[in-house]
C-alpha cells in the first residue's frame, strides 16, 4: 500500500502533534484531509469570528487540496465542527460553503462540538476528495 503525507510548508507543521494535514492512498486515489482551522503557521488563529474562521480553514483547504494533486471540485465529503450549537451559526457558515462549492454540493455533516484543537477556534473542516493526479 502506497500512502503519502501531505503537509504543506505554508501550514502549521502537524509533525509534533504526530499528524498530516492529510493523505493519500494512491491505491484508492482518495485524499483523506485532516480538520482544517484558522491557524497561521504558529498555531495562533487568525480572526474571532466565525465567518472569517470559515474563510480561512478553507483558504487551508484549498492549499492541501492542491499539494495533494485535488481541488475543491473534487471534493467528496465534508465534516464540519463547529463550537457551540450548529444552528447558531448556519446563517454565517452557510453562504461561505454555497460560494466555495457550488454545484459540487459535496456530503456534508455538521457537527456542534464543547471544544476544538483551541480556546480560540470557532470552527474545523475535515474532507475527503478525490485526487486528480497521482
Do not use: C
Not at 503525507?5 to 482518495?30: F, M, T, W
Not at 450548529?86 to 462549492?101: A, S
Amino acid at each position: 500500500m502506497s500512502i503519502t503525507k501531505i503537509n504543506p510548508q505554508s501550514l502549521y507543521d502537524g509533525a509534533p502533534h504526530g499528524l498530516s494535514h492529510a493523505v493519500v492512498d494512491e491505491v484508492s486515489g482518495l485524499v483523506f484531509i485532516s480538520g482544517q482551522v484558522d491557524w497561521t503557521p504558529d498555531y495562533q488563529v487568525k480572526s474571532d469570528n466565525i465567518g472569517e474562521q470559515t474563510r480561512n480553514a478553507i483558504n487551508n483547504l484549498k492549499k492541501v487540496l492542491a499539494e495533494a494533486g485535488s481541488d475543491i471540485s473534487h471534493v467528496l465529503q465534508l465534516r464540519v465542527y463547529v463550537r457551540g450549537e450548529l444552528d447558531d451559526h448556519m446563517e454565517k457558515i452557510i453562504p461561505i460553503m454555497v460560494e466555495t462549492f457550488g454545484t459540487t454540493r459535496p456530503a456534508v455533516t455538521g457537527v456542534g462540538v464543547s471544544s476544538l484543537a483551541s480556546p480560540d477556534t470557532l470552527l474545523e473542516i475535515e474532507a475527503v476528495a478525490r485526487v486528480i493526479r497521482v
